[in-house]
């Protein structure tokens, strides 16, 4: 239709800038984002139709229940998107910052659990069952863990010192738990994973060196785990396969 028309001669257009500015590596990569941006704008429709899914697909992530259904179909919508070939997708939760239990914990706790428990397994299922996990990186996480002390009488304040993720797929291993913190769950004091050391071991499974991928910033070139300051490595011990020791 008129829309394929219009981007085929825009698709011209930058092939004829391009061949004007040979060796314009910034420019070819512009215009690869642009044309992939069109191509995922013409696609979209048809991949976040969930009206094609099978009664017992829905059901398994809780779209027959108001509780779990509107962040069910997101997680629905994630494994389309991952099976379309998208690369990366984030699902969240309910508007604002329905985690952050400042107060009132014991009553905000299990309402946000209740909304997110059975979409996020489901979609683990899923991807499972569809082929598509060991080639797909689940992670869920937050930015901070909370203190085992009380806020406001019924509430936790963030932790920096302690918190969890968990991880599925992507040749991490299955089923276990990984580092330790003290009794009373302030600190991490066994098996201590930074954030630098997660990012290098994404990169790991996602097939890049986290040494060797730089990017200028602020006049220097940086690694995404800032390995320089941070002396960040993969932890080998949650990968089912450990990369080689370099």
Same mark, same amino acid.
């Given at each position: 239709?008129?829309?394929?028309?219009?981007?085929?001669?825009?698709?011209?257009?930058?092939?004829?800038?391009?061949?004007?500015?040979?060796?314009?590596?910034?420019?070819?990569?512009?215009?690869?984002?642009?044309?992939?941006?069109?191509?995922?704008?013409?696609?979209?429709?048809?991949?976040?139709?969930?009206?094609?899914?099978?009664?017992?697909?829905?059901?398994?992530?809780?779209?027959?229940?108001?509780?779990?259904?509107?962040?069910?179909?997101?997680?629905?919508?994630?494994?389309?998107?991952?099976?379309?070939?998208?690369?990366?997708?984030?699902?969240?939760?309910?508007?604002?910052?329905?985690?952050?239990?400042?107060?009132?914990?014991?009553?905000?706790?299990?309402? *946000?659990? !209740? #909304? =997110? &428990?059975?979409?996020?397994?489901?979609? $683990?299922?899923?991807?499972?069952?569809?082929?598509? +996990?060991?080639?797909?990186?689940?992670?869920?996480?937050?930015?901070?863990?909370?203190?085992?002390?009380?806020?406001?009488?019924?509430?936790?304040?963030?932790?920096?010192?302690?918190?969890?993720?968990?991880?599925?797929?992507?040749?991490?291993?299955?089923?276990? *738990?990984? !580092? #330790? =913190? &003290?009794?009373?769950?302030?600190?991490? $004091?066994?098996?201590?994973?930074?954030?630098?050391? +997660?990012?290098?071991?994404?990169?790991?499974?996602?097939?890049?060196?986290?040494?060797?991928?730089?990017?200028?910033?602020?006049?220097?070139?940086?690694?995404?785990?800032?390995?320089?300051?941070?002396?960040?490595?993969?932890?080998?011990?949650?990968?089912?396969?450990?990369?080689?020791?370099?």
């Amino acid at each position: 239709g008129a829309q394929r028309e219009s981007l085929d001669f825009l698709s011209k257009l930058n092939a004829s800038h391009l061949r004007d500015h040979p060796g314009e590596s910034e420019l070819d990569a512009r215009i690869q984002n642009f044309e992939l941006a069109a191509r995922m704008q013409l696609a979209a429709a048809d991949v976040l139709d969930l009206s094609k899914e099978t009664d017992a697909t829905r059901k398994m992530y809780g779209l027959d229940n108001p509780l779990t259904q509107s962040y069910g179909m997101r997680c629905l919508m994630a494994r389309r998107l991952v099976e379309a070939g998208v690369r990366f997708v984030q699902v969240t939760t309910s508007p604002g910052q329905p985690w952050d239990h400042h107060s009132k914990i014991k009553q905000s706790m299990p309402k *946000i659990a !209740g #909304e =997110t &428990d059975q979409g996020s397994a489901a979609l $683990v299922k899923d991807l499972k069952s569809r082929g598509l +996990l060991d080639s797909t990186v689940v992670m869920w996480t937050g930015e901070f863990g909370r203190l085992p002390t009380t806020q406001a009488g019924d509430g936790r304040d963030h932790n920096r010192h302690a918190f969890t993720i968990w991880l599925a797929g992507g040749g991490f291993k299955k089923g276990f *738990i990984y !580092g #330790e =913190t &003290d009794e009373f769950g302030y600190r991490s $004091v066994v098996n201590r994973v930074g954030v630098a050391d +997660l990012i290098a071991t994404l990169l790991n499974q996602l097939g890049l060196d986290h040494k060797r991928v730089v990017y200028p910033h602020a006049g220097r070139m940086e690694t995404p785990s800032d390995v320089t300051v941070s002396g960040a490595k993969v932890v080998a011990d949650i990968l089912s396969h450990p990369p080689e020791a370099s």
